[in-house]
């Protein structure tokens, strides 16, 4: 057969997230649009393409495949190489080449699509109503993965066999569930059972449209979902939302909610464009939202609190039973707090049946755990607080190759990176490794990432706190090359590698604790930072943290430390409301233990700052969950505040921060009835104008104009957005986060290039 003069044969190499989202799909239906011979394989690094036919039409092909690929596709690399031609009769899916090591992405569990929900709702689809649709498009992909390659047989589907229908759209190329792994239907898929809290099982014709009643009635509901189970009350009912906090331990922390769509969310909540998309992204995340006053949801949804975290439906069975007339149903992990979110069946009765009435239960089984990903658009920007289901394990872009590395991350907000080549894998959010469940939990996210990601590390990185059981994890892993990170430097070095730094900079460092090099807890650090090393140029005067962690949970034991470091023995003679609150004995006992230096650890710590200072202004003597007080002093805030408190700092071998005067200006103003508000607002101005000051000093000393900003205090959209502006109008160069949390939740990844850079 002799090819026609103007033909031409490419070969086209494609890396990245494109099996397993409809992308063999594309490529088919794309060569049937431009009349292009040829064949497509996946392979162990993405998908294998040889195509032959004009010249025009192999360019628009080529150019198409980048441009128009299915929205779950992601391409991290495409190579075009010139061919031979190849007497090609037509264009075919090859089966799939096998793979030696496998280097193709994974992607991330994505919400129901349109076409799907259409199906979904069409009285007429052999789909109607079925609470497991799906396509390649859309539906579970992370959390029902136990091994590579990604086919069925190594996913939870494995336990259904399709029936004939779901087969014949199995393997035709041009329909859009072609190697849709999840692909079922009524006839040969999951489905889904309600139970009472003992175990039976409720007679109903609709188990969902049961549970929907269930929760009118004001009953809680454990819902089992895409990657655990959920909570579920009505958000209009406050008994049952009140019961719910009760039952689960969670005494104030807000509660997510969902709505069935963004006209619902806009009945009790603002949206501004950026957000809405948010809102309706395929990774659907928990978005917080500015509250509408009044509304209808309950007060004990989100209390003390401006905001509601809210998101819209992400699975098939979310949309049906809200379909159901709910303004919103409150949706919180199905745990009790501080425990991992549950996933298997008998587990959760097992953990659950105290606090639910009722359980809406499905038989795919979840191998993976994944909380909700909260986001937060704050400084002209979308900010993760915590990143997980949608965008895991979907890599974070690293700027330079290097070699397999697992860095365990930090003790709060724990999450896992496992490094290849130059990307960087977090894992989904893990939590608080404070008990066995947790550490469990986190143990078999190591196994399971290094198996589906195919990474052997050769280095282990780990923070210094000797007490963490990442650290104790870390120190127990045999044959691997250790490297130690300063909890600070990790912060910084996330922030340099999400935005592609690799020069020194000054990097802003405040959190509520971390473990310093000379064994005190550090937190309001200023640091001259590079991947490998780092230096402290300036931080907060230390005072004692009496009690240690139990001053983490009663704000008014560092609001005593702050005002004995700032008046000694006057502060028996003040006339404030937290020391008519507190019990003087108690706080006779805390002098002590700071004068005898007696579990009292030396603190430099922002966020303990910021708590002292809402218990001296009466705010929270006491923090129910992590970083309240501080979060209820950001909330209270006059914004319209510019004067300041009196600060300084003293210049040894470097810039010392003393809080005494600003906790002298706090106390004058509380003495002269000046409104918390206002008190907030003036503290807030003086902590950007003091470290806007400072580094202009520290550029005139260095040189550097680049100011990076990481931390867990920095969730504090006050403080962030007045110092990136402030820092802007002095013409300093500001480097934030966005793709990973500035929070404890992204610090693995600074631990993975500090050890890169370390062991180069």
Known sequence: MTMPEDHIARRVEINGIVQGVGFRPFVYQLASQYNIKGNAANTSSGVSIHIQGTKKNVESYCRDLSEKSPPLARITDISFYNERLNEYQDFKILSSKKPSVMNTLISSDTSVCDDCLHELFDPHDRRFKYPFINCTNCGPRYTIIDDIPYDRQKTSMKHFAMCRACQTEYEDPANRRFHAQPNACKACGPHVSLFDNTGKMISTSNAIEKTATLLKQGHIVAIKGLGGFHLASDSENDRAVVALRKRKHREE???????????????YAHIEPEEE????????????????LPNVISQAVAPRNRYFGTMLPYTPLHYLLLSHDFTALVLTSGNLSEEPIAIDNEEAFNRLSHIADYFLTHNRDIYLRSDDSIVKRTARATRLIRRSRGYIPVPVPLYKTVPPILACGAEIKNTICLTKKNQAFLSQHIGDLENLASYDFYRLTIRHMKKILDINPQIIAFDLHPDYLSTRYAQE????????????????????TENMLDDQVIGLAFDGTGYGTDGTIWGGEVLVAEFGTFSRVAHFSYVPMPGGAAAVKEPWRMAISYLYEGFGDGLWDMDLPLLREVDHGKIKIIVEMMNKKINAPLTSSLGRLFDGVAAIIGIRNKNVFEGQAAMELEMLADKNINAVYDYDWLNEDRHYIPTEPIIRGIVKDIKQGISPAVISGKFHQTLIHLFVDLCDVIRKETGLNRVVLSGGVFQNAILLNGLIMALEQKHFQVFTQALV???????????AMVAAAVAS
């Open 253 to 267: 922390k807000p509660f997510a909610i969902m709505s069935y769509d963004v006209d619902r969310i806009r009945e």
């Open 477 to 496: 892993q045999q044959d691997i090359k250790k490297i130690e990170v300063q909890h600070h430097h990790a912060h910084i070095v996330s922030a340099m």
């Open 277 to 292: 998309t948010l809102l309706t992204s395929h990774q659907r995340p928990i978005v917080l939202l500015r509250k509408k």
């Open 741 to 751: 949390p500035t929070n404890d939740g992204g610090i693995c990844l600074g631990q």
